[in-house]
């Protein structure tokens, strides 16, 4: 069932909770019930002009086993950062967002933050991204039009060869049902591979349901039609299905396969935890005078229950790559990128809301921000596994090392606070540029 956008503000799921938001004063309701994933900050009212920044999950709590949610937050009030950037620059008071302006960080400021302004403008002609997600979102080729044109991106339609939108058995007729949560996803993952790598094409590939098996399905096809950049931004509950659904869905050597690493904390999901794929993390990210880069990030941190995943698989192979000591088995993440729905990212989406620019953060941002810096660096050589790729040039000035936050309580501690060179939050750090994605 489709709800409104405010019935969506005032009541959504949370990590398996319902959580009430009014006014800042009033007590804030929640049932415990089973589930996973992020929602609302209830530290102000939505729309309120106060700093402190709420948000809403895009998509419902699964529920049953096997079901993936997407790890989208659209923010819904409170001021980003962003805009008190903006507003300070201007010499104005900073005001609350409305849906006629971006909110949130575009191409021009993440392309700044991750060294990409000179490999945004020169490379990715020629190469595909696949977005992969569920069900059909019927305004994803006007809303990238909307979000490209007014960045002044180059046209990506389906006229021009640029878009394609298919379902998970690749057929461009047949498409899944549509849902307003995952229309929203949907929008943010094309947004950010359209601002990281505005010269590749995309490929939009929609699952029936949001099942592992119908998601995978989709991975799959996404390889059979040609995508060597594979972004996927949904997770759920580890299980012992999981080194199945390796080899039937992840194991695609020469294909950059990037999954969020999710939202709800310390704590390991799935397929972030699978060892074909580079799972990524989540900073805050935020513009800083004092910094030879003009940028500075932490881990992302709202509270113990609200912020990037990390952690030990409890099923998964550990990949030969990876030497940390603190887990047996695969350890979460790999690297990292903005997700701090604080220090969002700008998204244009009509699907279930207003028609209109939003602002949204989740792991779901730094999924395709990753996977497009993939396609920025160059082609995986075949029989390669781009996920070790980071590693190779662990410790350089390839990446950007965070060394501070944490996303909860762990031992030993770098599996969930930032530290030099690897810890979970944040893998060994997020992109200066594309040398460290090059195989």
């Known amino acids: 069932m489709r709800t409104s956008p405010s019935?969506?503000?005032?009541?959504?799921?949370l990590h398996g909770r319902w959580r009430r938001v009014g006014s800042a004063g009033a007590a804030t309701v929640a049932l415990v019930l089973a589930g996973f994933g992020t929602a609302v900050h209830a530290d102000a009212a939505a729309g309120t002009t106060s700093s402190k920044v709420?948000?809403?999950?895009?998509?419902?709590?699964?529920?049953?086993a096997g079901e993936m949610a997407c790890k989208a937050l659209r923010v819904t009030g409170g001021l980003t950062a962003f805009q008190k950037a903006q507003a300070k620059a201007k010499g104005v008071t900073p005001k609350a967002a409305d849906a006629s302006t971006p909110s949130g960080y575009g191409p021009s400021d993440l392309q700044s933050a991750y060294g990409l302004t000179s490999a945004a403008a020169s490379n990715g002609s020629g190469k595909t991204i696949a977005i992969v997600d569920?069900?059909?979102?019927?305004n994803a080729e006007s809303d990238l039009a909307k979000y490209r044109s007014y960045y002044g991106l180059p046209a990506c339609t389906t006229a021009n060869g640029c878009f394609k939108k298919v379902s998970q058995t690749g057929s461009t007729t047949?498409?899944?049902?549509?849902?307003?949560?995952?229309?929203?996803?949907?929008s943010l993952d094309l947004d950010m591979a359209s601002a990281i790598c505005p010269l590749c094409n995309i490929l939009l590939v929609e699952a029936k349901s949001p099942t592992m098996a119908n998601l995978g399905t989709a991975v799959n096809e996404a390889v059979t039609l040609g995508a060597k950049y594979i972004s996927?931004?949904?997770?759920?509950?580890?299980s012992s299905s999981d080194s199945t659904y390796d080899s039937s869905y992840f194991n695609h050597p020469g294909v950059a396969i990037t999954v969020s690493a999710g939202d709800s904390g310390y704590g390991a999901e799935y397929p972030a935890a699978s060892r074909y794929v580079t799972s990524?993390?989540?900073t805050a990210l935020s513009k800083s005078s004092s910094s030879a880069r003009g940028w500075t990030e932490t881990v992302w941190k709202t509270n113990s229950t609200e912020g990037t995943g990390s952690g030990c698989s409890a099923y998964d192979t550990k990949p030969s790559w990876q030497t940390d000591t603190g887990c047996s088995k695969r350890t979460i993440s790999d690297v990292a990128a903005v997700a701090d729905p604080a220090t969002g990212v700008s998204v244009y989406d009509s699907y279930g809301v207003t028609a209109g620019w939003y602002t949204f953060g989740g792991t779901s941002a730094s999924s395709p921000i990753i996977a497009s810096v993939y396609a920025l660096a160059g082609t995986p050589s075949s029989g390669s596994y781009p996920a070790k790729f980071p590693y190779n040039a662990a410790g350089t000035s390839a990446l950007n090392d965070v060394t501070s936050g944490n996303n909860g309580t762990c031992s030993p501690t770098?599996?969930?606070?930032?530290?030099?060179?690897?810890?979970g939050p944040t893998g060994w750090g997020t992109p200066e540029g594309v040398t460290a994605f090059t195989g």
């Open 54 to 64: 709420t948000w809403t999950r895009a998509c419902a709590v699964p529920s049953k």
């Open 174 to 186: 047949s498409l899944p049902s549509s849902d307003a949560g995952w229309s929203e996803e949907i």
């Open 232 to 238: 996927n931004s949904y997770g759920g509950s580890e």
């Open 7 to 13: 019935d969506r503000a005032n009541r959504a799921p």
């Open 280 to 282: 990524v993390g989540g």
């Open 134 to 138: 569920a069900y059909n979102d019927p």
């Open 414 to 423: 770098y599996l969930c606070t930032a530290q030099s060179g690897y810890d």
